[in-house]
């Protein structure tokens, strides 16, 4: 096992991987009364066409996510309850690229983690309860339905990407879950639940070896193939421009999104996802020319904010909020946007600014829940997430216009509404 | 390193929690007052307008810069119900010293800008600018309207306003449009400058620094306090009983309706009704939980609250509409079976570890420690959640059941799908 320490931020991370391919990463906290655990898998909502025995297979939208509430059950009942008697809640979500199953606790840790490993590892479902959870997840697609937040950012993604499988719901529809049967999930459950598609890790008050032989002792001796999967060719440009829809909600809500170049696996894609955060907060943060302007117009409020995504083959960069007018808001990003280009940025404002990002990204490293997932998503993009202070120094300003002259264009912009009903 | 609470003036309190697990400081400064619909608006509005500016910092512009220069520190504004108190104020949290590149000093600074910003604000003539009250006001209207947005939480304030209609207890930590729409800058000037006066005050600091230092620190800050005639925080008023429960529906246009039900706890066992509560819908282990949701499929969500300073129990759901009657009974049938102590061997143990696994987890969090010591201080209590932990540790069966039974229907809210004319 590797320890490695960090001295920029004051942590230590040891690794090890399993013979059966399992990468573990723990991150000890002797202070704290708490340990959490993050046990992930690499496939999500997008993972949807995969290449299983040599041939291509289509599975239904949101089976990723169907197989992640599956996965509590167990051949003695419901692991949800094991846990329960030791007091931990364990719980679980399924992104675009990864599904992730936690819990945290204070006591019986090792023991817990015992639990979650081996419920996640081993599958069991029958037709009867396969069925049955077509109702809980039927009604939690009807709830996220009449969330605007959910809605407005679903269709600007539907209109920003013509092939890639991020446009489709983590959740499916009513209809798409129909055809998710018992055999499907144990399908889906051999290609992608094999310990080496797959990262343990914990943040907490634990003893590393510990761990490591636990993990050792509860999962599979063999990994399994690496799974090919299909995203689809997709094009450059934005596939719609403009997208909207009228809601039940007291004033009109936006996102203005920009299809961004993605960037391949190893520290390119920690470089790019550090320059498009800090592009962010240039350009559309709180103390950023464009912002203090819009606020002090009333053309946004606090509720505006700015965001860049990453996912297996693409990038993405949005903001958006309520607004009375949103046409007028995405013309003014346009504008500064060409403003930044023409002169580009004011040196001392870039040093301001990145002294607060760096702030930022230390002070999200008090979650146990950030570290996890940003050490896990690194681990699938071939990436150390802890080294972003070396990376982050070197981005310059050239860097932050020649991203925002390539990538915040009209051609690759949605804007994405939400109106009142009238 | 002890936890203290010092007076360090007239009606101002420093609880000071030494911690050097965490890579933050949190600094907060809240003033507890009395929830009450006329006023409710006014002082969620108060903290809002003093965050836009402060004699040396008199816009957004100059106090993001700062900021900025603070290594992002960020210093949000809040607005919380506690019991039948209103808190007011603001929580910065910033990059604790070992972690501040070249050994600067943030507490000092930070805590500084803390005290302009509620006590030196940037004024015109004797009143706040109108610019900044008007802006915020169309700010807090919109928050007020926008609650509808999040059906989940719009339907848990109406049951709360329907059930403790005319208490302080069913008035909005936001207030009401009508109030909020008649705040001038006049009027609001003259509430603050009462406010500052009279409200206690209660100070909160976590962080690496010893207590001589914070408590220096905040009485520079704060040297321009004016304190007189302060009153203490009020304590709520018990829930009038109600001879029989009262039905309120409401329709909208959503495709998930939501089931409120609001119960009166007679008995006053706390610790054995806050697991009486868990057994019942608080945790994802709770009856509510494992058989409305997971065993009938009636709900996507379905969980209690226990109320503790007002002796109240809500249940919050999203069903379809037609179980409406099904899901009613379900919940009934569920609390009568924690009354009549229907629990598996690992019920009691699981609701139990669940409570001490989150009382041992607050201290792990610095806006879990303050929002817990605040609750505390403006509710006139002096546990520490050890403190806590250890009534839910003796607390046994018997007292569960005894106090459960006790817990009376009182109020029924139901919102559901227009009928629509095909």
Known sequence: ?422 | MEKTRTKLADGVFLTCLPARKFKTSLLSAQFVTPLQEDTAAVWALLPAVLRRGTVRFPDMRSLSQELDQLYGAEIDYTVRKKGESQCVGFVASFLDDALVPGGERLLEPVASLLGELICAPVTRNGRFLPAYVEGERDNLLDAIRGIVNDKREYADLRLLQEMCAGEAYGVSRFGDEKHAAKISPQKLYAHYAELLSTAQLELFYSGSADFERVRQTLLDAFSTLPRESVRPPVLPRPHPPRSEPRVVTEEMDVSQGKLGMGFVCESDDFSALLLGNTLFGGSSNSKLFLNVREKLSLCYYASSRYHRQKGLITVSSGIEFENYQRAYDEIMAQLCAVREGRLDGWELEGARSTLLNAYAAIGDSQSGLENFYLGQAATGQEEAPEDLAAAVESTDAERIFRAMESVKLDTVYFLKGRERAE
């Open chain 1, 1 to 422: 096992m590797k320890e490695t320490f960090y001295d920029r931020i004051g942590e230590s991370v040891w690794r090890e991987t399993l013979p059966n391919g399992l990468q573990i990463c723990i991150v000890p906290k002797p202070e704290h009364a708490r340990s959490y655990a993050f046990f992930a898998t690499r496939y999500g909502g997008m993972d949807v066409r995969f290449q299983k025995d040599g041939a291509w297979l289509d599975t239904p939208p949101g089976i990723a996510h169907y197989l992640e509430h599956k996965m509590f059950d167990t051949k003695e009942g419901n692991a949800l309850q094991e846990l329960a008697k030791n007091g931990a809640e364990p719980n679980a979500f399924t992104s675009n690229a990864m599904t992730g199953y936690y819990f945290d606790s204070t006591s019986h840790f090792e023991e817990n983690l015992k639990i979650l490993l081996s419920f996640v590892s081993v599958p069991y479902f029958t037709d009867e309860s396969v069925a049955k959870e077509q109702g809980i997840i039927g009604q939690e697609i009807r709830m996220i339905e009449d969330n605007p937040d959910w809605q407005i950012y679903t269709r600007m993604m539907q209109a920003l990407y013509e092939k890639n499988p991020a446009r489709i719901s983590v959740a499916g529809s009513v209809e798409s879950i129909r055809e998710i049967t018992a055999q499907t999930l144990y399908d889906c459950h051999r290609a992608f639940y094999t310990p080496s598609n797959m990262i343990l890790t914990v943040v907490g008050n634990v003893d590393p070896i510990h761990i490591v032989d636990l993990a050792r002792s509860v999962l599979p001796r063999e990994g399994g193939p690496a799974i090919p999967r299909d995203y689809g060719e997709e094009p450059p440009n934005a596939a719609e421009h403009e997208t909207s829809a009228r809601m039940e909600v007291s004033i009109p809500q936006f996102l203005a999104g920009y299809k961004c170049r993605p960037a391949r696996d190893g520290e390119e894609y920690l470089r790019l996802q550090l320059l498009g955060d800090l592009t962010c907060d240039l350009l559309l943060g709180e103390s950023s020319p464009l912002y203090l302007r819009l606020y002090d117009e009333g053309l946004i409020n606090g509720s505006f904010s700015g965001s860049f995504e990453m996912m297996p083959g693409i990038a993405y960069l949005y903001a958006g909020g309520d607004s009375k007018d949103a046409r007028k808001v995405t013309e003014e990003i346009q504008k500064e946007c060409a403003r930044i280009v023409r002169e580009g940025l004011d040196e001392p404002y870039f040093r301001r600014v990145c002294r607060a990002s760096y702030g930022c990204m230390l002070r999200d490293l008090n979650s146990f829940e950030n570290i996890a997932v940003s050490l896990t998503e690194g681990y699938f993009h071939g990436f150390d997430a802890y080294r972003f202070p070396r990376i982050f120094d070197d981005l310059r300003p050239e860097d932050v216009t020649a991203f925002v002259q390539e990538n915040i264009t009209e051609e690759h912009a949605v804007l994405s509404q939400i109106l009142p009903r009238a």
